[in-house]
C-alpha cells in the first residue's frame, strides 16, 4: 500500500438538537474547519465522499443536500451510506488510486427522525419488523446473550458509562460529560432489558471531515500527518437468529486484517489508544474482545483492571465515546478524528501520554454487523 | 498511480414490471450468480463486494447488511453506495477504486431495484430541499418536461424528433431478451400515447422495473486469465454538479453536468472525436429529449443538431455510433440498477457477447449514468489494456 495520511480533520460540537444549521451548514463548516486544519485550500482537493443515509435524513439522494457544502460541485463525489469508517475507507481507496487528496463528510442530525421507525427498516420486512425490534431492542438481545455466555453482571457495563462519560469531561465536543456512579447507571430508568437509559448513547446532532491525502501533499500540511498503517472492513451473517450475538466474528476477521497490514503482531502491546464505537455500554468490552485485547468474556473486566481507564496500559475512548455524543454514521469517522488527534498530539485535556500508534472503530447494521478498523500512526 | 482495471463478467435479472416471486434479496442473488457464472468464478474468488439502490423504493435500511445472503457478502467486506439514479454507475466506479487501490484483486459491483415495492414519484420527491424545492418542481417528470420544453424552443425540435429516440430504443430492445417492455413503438405510437407533462408523454418515458444487475471487476494480471477478452477501464468521470433544482434551471447552458463528466472521461480516455473513436454508447436516456439535447452535451454532435444527428439514423444499429443496442432506459429502469445495466451493457459490447444486440468489432464503448439533480456520470471501457 502507498503511503497515505490524514492530514486534516474537523468536528462540531455535538447537541442533542441544532436547531439553526441545515445539513448543509454543518457540513460547511466541518470542511472549511478541515480545510483550515490541513492549510489546504479547495483546489488541493480532487475528489470528495459524503457519508449519509436515506432513512435517517429523511430524503431520498440523502448526499444531495451537502454537494455544494462538502465543495463537490465541480469534483468527482460519491455518497457512502453507512458509518463514516467506511466513507473514509472509499476515500483512502480514491487516493490509493491516484487523487492526490479526498475530503470525507458525514453529518447527522438525530433531532429531525425517530430512531425507532428508522432503524426498524434495518429488520427483515416479512419476518421481523412487525415485531416492532429496532436497533435498542436488538441491542438488548445481544447485551443479554453475552451477559448469559460468560455470566457478566450489569454493573460491568455501568462501568463503561461512568468512565466515558468521565471521559467525556475532558472533550470540548461532547455532549454528555457526566459524573456519575455506577449506582446511578444501575438506577436509571429501564430502556430494553438490561440496557438503562445511561447504558444508551443520546440523541445527537453533528458532522464531521476528514482529508485524507498521499505522500506529496502530507509533505506540505499544516499539521503533522497521520499515517495510515491499516484498515480493513468485513460483514457477518443479517439474521440475528443465524448469529451468535456473543461472538464478533467480523471485527474478529477486520482486526486481523489491518493488523497485518499494520505489521501489529500483539495489539494490546503495540496499541497505545483506542477509539470503538459503543453506542451502547456492553458493546466497548464486546468490540475489545473481538479486537484481540483480551479473551473473550473478559472485556468487562479491562476497567476495574485499570486497563482501559485514562492512565491505563491501553484507554480506550478517551473521548468519552458514543455513549457521549452518539450522531449515528458520523460515530465511526469521529473515532478515526479522535485517533489522529491522539497521534498528532493534539487531544488537548484528553491526550494519552506517547501516542505511537492508536486504532479507531465503526460498524454498520444491527448488533455490529459489519464492523471496519483503522490502524494509524506517527510513523511514516 | 492505480493499477489497470477491466471487467470480467457480467449478469443481471430479465427485468419486469413486478417480481412478486422473489425478494429484493433473491433478485440480487439472481443477477450475483449470473455475473459469477459469465466470469466463471465462485462467490470464494471474490474480495470485496459494493453494492448500490435508492433505500426509499424497498423500505429497507441498511440493504449491505441485508442483502448479504443475496450478494454473497458473508465474512467478506461489502459497502454500500447510493447516489440517486446515478447510483448503479457510482457503484461501478466504487468498485473500479477498490481494485485500482491495490486493495482488492476481484470485486463485486451490484445494483438492485424493486419498484415495484414503492411509489416511485412519492419516493423521488423527497430528495429535494423539503422548504425551497419540494412543492415547487420537484419529482422526475416536471424537471424533465421543463428541460424538453426550454429545448424545442431554443432549436426548433419536434415531439416528432424525440419520438424517433423512443422508436429506436424500443426496438433495440427486442434483440436483448433482459429488456423489460419489449413490445416496439413507433413515432405514431408515441405521439398518439397519453400526455404525462408537456411535451412528455407516456411513450417518451422510461418505466419502472424489478431488476438487479451485477458485474466482476479484476485487476491487471488478473482480468486476462479469467476473461478472453476484458473490458478496460480507460475513464471514470463523475459530476454532481447541483444541489438545489433551482440552480440547475438555465436549460440554455445544456446539462453541465454531461458537458465537464464527458471533457473529464475523454481527457482519460485520450479521445479525441468521440464520434469516430467510439463504437458503441449506452447512455442513461431517461426520456426521449435525453436521446436529443444530452447527446450534443456529450459532443456527440453540435447544439441543436442531434434531431438531424438522430433522424439520419447514425445513433441507430448499423450507424456510425448505434446507442443503447440493449434498448437503454426506456425498455428497462429498475433504478439503483440501471446505470450499472449501461456499464455492464458497454463491458458486454467490449467483450463480444452481447447475441443479437451486439455491435461489430468493439473497441471502445461509453456508458453514462444520469440522476440526483441532473448529474452525470461517464464511464468508458476498451478492449485494449490501456
Known amino acids: 500500500m502507498d503511503k497515505t495520511a490524514i492530514v486534516g480533520v474537523a468536528q462540531t460540537k455535538y447537541e442533542r438538537r441544532k436547531k439553526d444549521q441545515i445539513f448543509a451548514d454543518l457540513v460547511f463548516d466541518v470542511t472549511r474547519a478541515a480545510l483550515d486544519d490541513a492549510g489546504l485550500a479547495l483546489d488541493d482537493i480532487d475528489s470528495v465522499v459524503t457519508v449519509s443515509n436515506d432513512f435517517f435524513d429523511g430524503r431520498t439522494i440523502s448526499g444531495m443536500s451537502v454537494g455544494d457544502a462538502s465543495g463537490g460541485q465541480d469534483k ?18 480514491r487516493v490509493l488510486s491516484g487523487y492526490q487528496a479526498t475530503i470525507v463528510v458525514a453529518h447527522y442530525k438525530g433531532s429531525e427522525g425517530d430512531v425507532k421507525i428508522t432503524t426498524n427498516g434495518m429488520f427483515d420486512p416479512i419476518f421481523h419488523r412487525h415485531l416492532g425490534i429496532d436497533a435498542i431492542s436488538a441491542a438488548a438481545l445481544q447485551a443479554n446473550a453475552y451477559m448469559h455466555r460468560y455470566g457478566i453482571q450489569e454493573e460491568e457495563f455501568a462501568e463503561v458509562s461512568v468512565k466515558n462519560h468521565g471521559n467525556a469531561k475532558n472533550n470540548p465536543y461532547a455532549q454528555l460529560p457526566m459524573d456519575i456512579t455506577v449506582a446511578d447507571v444501575m438506577k436509571s430508568r429501564k430502556i430494553a432489558e438490561p440496557l438503562k437509559l445511561l447504558d444508551c448513547g443520546p440523541v445527537s446532532d453533528g458532522a464531521a471531515a476528514v482529508i485524507i491525502a498521499n505522500e506529496k501533499i502530507a509533505a506540505r500540511t499544516k499539521k503533522k500527518p497521520v499515517w495510515i498503517r491499516g484498515v480493513a472492513h468485513c460483514c457477518e451473517g443479517y439474521l440475528l437468529g443465524d448469529r451468535d ?8 476477521e477486520a482486526a486481523k486484517k489491518a493488523y497485518a497490514m499494520a505489521g501489529i503482531k500483539n495489539p494490546t502491546k503495540e496499541i497505545d489508544v483506542a477509539e470503538v464505537l459503543e453506542p451502547y455500554s456492553y458493546m466497548e468490552p464486546l468490540w475489545l474482545e473481538g479486537l484481540g485485547f483480551c479473551k473473550p468474556g473478559e472485556g468487562g473486566k479491562q476497567i476495574g483492571r485499570g486497563i482501559t481507564t485514562m492512565g491505563g496500559k491501553l484507554p480506550v475512548n478517551p473521548s468519552g465515546g458514543a455513549l457521549s455524543a452518539n450522531p449515528i454514521l458520523v460515530g465511526g469517522l469521529a473515532r478515526l478524528i479522535e485517533a489522529a488527534l ?4 493534539e487531544a488537548g485535556a484528553r491526550q494519552v501520554k506517547k501516542v505511537e500508534t492508536a486504532l479507531a472503530h465503526g460498524f454498520n447494521g444491527p448488533c455490529g454487523q459489519s464492523h471496519c478498523v483503522w490502524i494509524v500512526g506517527g510513523k511514516k | ?30 443477477a450475483v450468480t449470473a455475473a459469477l457464472a459469465d466470469a466463471d468464478l465462485t462467490i470464494r474468488d471474490i474480495d470485496a463486494i459494493v453494492i448500490g439502490n435508492m433505500d426509499h423504493f424497498e423500505s429497507i435500511n441498511y440493504v449491505d447488511a441485508y442483502s448479504v445472503e443475496g450478494s454473497g457478502a458473508f465474512m467478506k467486506p461489502i459497502m454500500k453506495v447510493s447516489t440517486g439514479g446515478t447510483t448503479g454507475a457510482t457503484v461501478a466506479i466504487a468498485a473500479y477504486y477498490h481494485v485500482a487501490s491495490g486493495l482488492f484483486d476481484r470485486v463485486l459491483a451490484i445494483g438492485f431495484e424493486k419498484n415495484s415495492e414503492s411509489d416511485t414519484t412519492g419516493a423521488i420527491i423527497t430528495c429535494s430541499d423539503a422548504i425551497w424545492d419540494r412543492f415547487s418542481y420537484s419529482g422526475a417528470i416536471p424537471s424533465l418536461a421543463t428541460e424538453a420544453t426550454a429545448y424545442m424552443e431554443k432549436y426548433g425540435a419536434t415531439q416528432e424528433d424525440a419520438a424517433l429516440v423512443g422508436e429506436r430504443d424500443r426496438n433495440h430492445a427486442l434483440n436483448n431478451p433482459y429488456a423489460h417492455l419489449q413490445r416496439p413503438l413507433t ?35 488478473i482480468a ?5 477478452r476484458p473490458a478496460w477501464f480507460k475513464a471514470a468521470a463523475v459530476r454532481h454538479t447541483y444541489t438545489w433544482f433551482g440552480d440547475s434551471t438555465d436549460y440554455n447552458q445544456g446539462l453541465v453536468s454531461m458537458q ?32 436529443l439535447k444530452w447527446i450534443e452535451d456529450i459532443g456527440f454532435c453540435g447544439p441543436g443538431e442531434a434531431a438531424r444527428f438522430v433522424g439520419d439514423r447514425n445513433t441507430h444499429m448499423g450507424g456510425k455510433l448505434p446507442v443503447n443496442p440493449s434498448g437503454g432506459v426506456i425498455s428497462t429502469n429498475c433504478i439503483g440498477a440501471t446505470a450499472l445495466l449501461r456499464v455492464a451493457e458497454a463491458a458486454i459490447q467490449v467483450m463480444g457477447k452481447g447475441g443479437k444486440r451486439q455491435v461489430p468489432d468493439v473497441k471502445n464503448a461509453l456508458a453514462t449514468g444520469f440522476g440526483g439533480c441532473f448529474w452525470s456520470d461517464v464511464v468508458i471501457l476498451g478492449s485494449e489494456r490501456p
Not at chain 1, 491522539?342 to 498530539?345: A, C, I, T
Not at chain 2, 463478467?9 to 419486469?16: A, L, N, R
Not at chain 2, 486476462?224 to 478472453?228: G, H, R, T
Not at chain 2, 481527457?267 to 435525453?290: C, F, K, S
Open chain 1, 76 to 93: 468527482n463525489i460519491s455518497t457512502v451510506s453507512g458509518d463514516g469508517a467506511f466513507g473514509a475507507f472509499y476515500g483512502l481507496m
Open chain 1, 245 to 252: 450475538l456473543a461472538s464478533p466474528v467480523a471485527l474478529a
Open chain 1, 342 to 345: 491522539q497521534v498528532r498530539g
Open chain 2, 1 to 30: 498511480m492505480g493499477r489497470r482495471v477491466a471487467i470480467v463478467g457480467t449478469g443481471q435479472t430479465y427485468h419486469k414490471s413486478h417480481r412478486p416471486d422473489v425478494t429484493s434479496r433473491e433478485m440480487i442473488y439472481e
Open chain 2, 187 to 221: 413515432v405514431a405510437d408515441i405521439m398518439a400515447s397519453p400526455m404525462l407533462a408537456y411535451p412528455i408523454k407516456l411513450g417518451d418515458i422510461c418505466p419502472r422495473s424489478d431488476g438487479a444487475c451485477a458485474v466482476v471487476l479484476a485487476a491487471d494480471g
Open chain 2, 224 to 228: 486476462q486469465k479469467i476473461a478472453s
Open chain 2, 260 to 291: 465537464r463528466a464527458s471533457k473529464d472521461a475523454y481527457r482519460q480516455a485520450g479521445i479525441r472525436n468521440p464520434v469516430e473513436e467510439l463504437d458503441v454508447a449506452e447512455l442513461y436516456l431517461p426520456y426521449t429529449w435525453a436521446g
